[in-house]
């Protein structure tokens, strides 16, 4: 139990265009998603936080413009970056937490942009 | 403000060596204090949760202790597939459910 799906598990974009990834919890309701950022040996970074049919809260220094959370239903969030850069290539990993409060996490998806 | 420090940074053992991996934490008010694994490449894996001094889990190879300070990841006798990056996090009692991440120590486990 308590799976946590991503897609795509890998993106290569153009430097302008946006991206969309899905996260999807398969077993279980998510009360509330949460997307991070990994960068190569470093540890998770908490970009926002979504709760089903909220809006999103944003950490600090992380823009709300660029980084587009939707998260339309108890087992679904997106994350779309638009107009996106290469300074936005990175490890991005959502999770999702059940009424217990855990957090189960996705596999991933890395960004690449040229 | 909330802080999760692990130690050490990365730790080398051979087949079979027992040993331990350190999380210290500060937080206002500890909701629960969580241990994930996580292999390159990939999301990480959750372990454990423990929520209150004096509490213990065990998962095969692996057992989570806690204290009021800090919570000690015990490998025994680990296999090469125990190397990863371990991951402790904390979670407050303010509305947000967030976790705080250490940096993680990674291990190696040599055949």
């Known amino acids: 139990g308590a799976v946590v799906s991503q897609h795509p598990s890998w993106v290569i974009c153009k430097s302008g265009t946006s991206v969309k990834i899905e996260c999807r919890s398969l077993d279980f309701q998510a009360t509330t998603m949460f997307w991070y950022r990994q960068f190569p040996k470093q540890s998770l970074m908490l970009m926002a936080t979504s709760n089903e049919g909220s809006k999103a809260t944003y950490e600090q220094g992380v823009e709300k413009d660029k980084f587009l959370i939707n998260h339309a239903s108890l087992t679904l969030s997106t994350l779309t970056v638009t107009s996106a850069h290469p300074e936005d290539s990175s490890f991005y990993i959502c999770?999702?937490?059940?009424?217990?409060?855990?957090?189960?996490f996705g596999p991933g998806t890395r960004l690449t942009v040229t | 403000e909330d802080q999760v420090t692990q130690s050490p940074e990365a730790l080398r053992l051979q087949e079979g060596e027992s040993s331990s991996l350190n999380c210290s934490y500060t937080v206002s008010g500890l909701r629960g204090l969580f241990w994930y694994r996580q292999d390159p490449g990939k999301g990480p894996e959750f372990l454990f949760t423990?929520?209150?001094a004096g509490e213990e889990k065990e998962k095969e190879r692996l057992k989570a202790t806690l204290t009021k300070k800090e919570s000690f990841l015990h490998i025994t006798a680990p296999k090469p597939e125990d190397s990863a990056t371990y991951l402790c996090a904390v979670s407050n009692w303010t509305g947000a459910n967030n976790l705080f991440f250490g940096t993680g120590t990674r291990l190696t486990v040599i055949p």
């Open positions: 999770s999702a937490s059940d009424v217990y409060y855990e957090q189960y």
């Open positions: 423990l929520y209150s």
